[in-house]
């Protein structure tokens, strides 16, 4: 039976093992691709800070003279010396000097260090007549095998006795036995980790059935968000309603942070600000105002939602390693190229085994 375990956790490294490494190495690029970015060519996504942004009314008009193009979403930064983002409605996007509205710079999403290493890492990068991701399921069923192998790998150690005396790393061993040693004591250590970044990269793609594991888990029910129905009057965006609405919004949670700016595009839409209020892992919170008025129209507090929702809404902190500080993000760049590691030490022990 062992035997047989054996070959099976072999061949299904064979099969899914360039796709599990391609995982493993973009993601952990993904921990320090905003990074990489940003030092490799700072003159797209840095400014000089000074005292104070313009206000969004201001910035809005500025951008649009200069583009040509409405904005359909901003996305503000934290820190002073970084330009904000922005995507026009064309899809192009745009980097901007808030203190100033000029554009930095102009491009496409996919095409930045970022961009072009998060699509490989979610769908492969490849995209069908009608923008579909069909490759997005590839993706999650290699995390998917990646979870079993690394359960089945789990249960191949536990199974035998002296398990204990197998989770020491000999230096001074040859070099095939330190890799079965690092081989095996890596993954029993950090296999809890591993699954749930495994699990939570496939949450992002097959959403109900995670959904439904996390929801049994948690004995509860992850809430659906509100959404404030359409306006009827099919009226356009007014500038000063940018900053009526931002008002009314640091007034709804005066201590939430805002993360993006949806504008409205087509008739019936409304201004939405997504924030992120104290007690929340990322910005779930959300306020909607009229695009005429600036007055509020809908809000959703996320930080007093229930337990399930909560953890389904901690997936994508956890997930790219970004809720505990630099150490937890180093931590979770090493956890990453595991699967590259467990992947082709496997198969190294295969051809050794077989080469003679």
């Given at each position: 039976m062992k035997l047989w375990l054996r070959r099976l956790h072999l061949v299904l490294a064979l099969i899914s093992g360039l796709f599990i490494t391609c995982l493993s190495v973009t993601g952990a690029l993904l921990v320090y691709a905003k990074d990489i970015q940003i030092l490799s060519q700072p003159d797209k996504w840095q400014v000089s800070s000074q005292d104070e942004v313009l206000p969004l009314s201001r910035l809005m008009s500025a951008v649009e003279t200069e583009t040509g193009q409405p904005f359909a979403m901003l996305m503000p930064e934290t820190d002073p010396q970084l330009a904000?983002?922005?995507?026009?409605?064309?899809?192009?996007?745009?980097?901007?000097?808030?203190?100033?509205?000029?554009?930095?710079?102009?491009?496409?999403?996919?095409?930045?260090?970022?961009?072009?290493?998060?699509?490989?890492?979610?769908?492969?990068?490849?995209?069908?007549?009608?923008?579909?991701?069909?490759?997005?399921?590839?993706?999650?069923?290699?995390?998917?095998?990646?979870?079993?192998?690394?359960?089945?790998?789990?249960?191949?150690?536990?199974?035998?006795?002296?398990?204990?005396?197998?989770?020491?790393?000999?230096?001074?061993?040859?070099?095939r036995i330190l890799m079965y040693q690092l081989h095996t004591v890596l993954g029993v250590y950090l296999l809890v980790p591993l699954l749930l970044i495994a699990f939570t990269g496939m949450a992002f793609n097959w959403k109900k059935p995670t959904q439904q594991v996390v929801e049994t888990i948690t004995f509860s029910e992850v809430e659906t968000r509100p959404v404030p129905a359409r306006l009827t009057a099919s009226e356009s965006l007014l500038p000063a309603a940018i900053d009526i609405a931002y008002g009314r919004a640091t007034t709804i949670f005066p201590d939430a942070g805002l993360f993006r700016i949806y504008f409205p595009l087509k008739a019936g839409e409304h201004i939405g600000f997504r924030m992120q209020n104290p007690g929340e892992s990322h910005a779930y919170s959300w306020v909607w105002a009229h695009p005429v008025t600036g007055q509020e129209t809908g809000r959703y507090d996320a930080s007093s939602a229930n337990v399930a929702t909560q953890v389904w809404n901690f997936k994508y902190k956890f997930h790219t390693g970004d809720f505990a500080g630099p150490l937890v993000q180093f931590l979770w760049f090493f956890v990453a190229l595991l699967p590259a590691f467990f992947t082709g030490s496997g198969i190294w022990f295969w051809y050794k085994r077989h080469d003679k």
């Open positions: 904000w983002q922005g995507k026009l409605a064309n899809d192009e996007y745009v980097s901007v000097n808030p203190y100033t509205g000029g554009v930095v710079y102009r491009y496409d999403y996919y095409t930045t260090i970022y961009g072009f290493t998060m699509a490989l890492h979610r769908w492969l990068l490849y995209e069908d007549g009608e923008k579909g991701k069909p490759l997005r399921n590839w993706v999650s069923i290699s995390a998917l095998v990646l979870i079993f192998e690394l359960l089945l790998g789990f249960y191949l150690w536990v199974k035998p006795k002296n398990r204990l005396k197998r989770l020491v790393i000999k230096r001074r061993a040859k070099l």
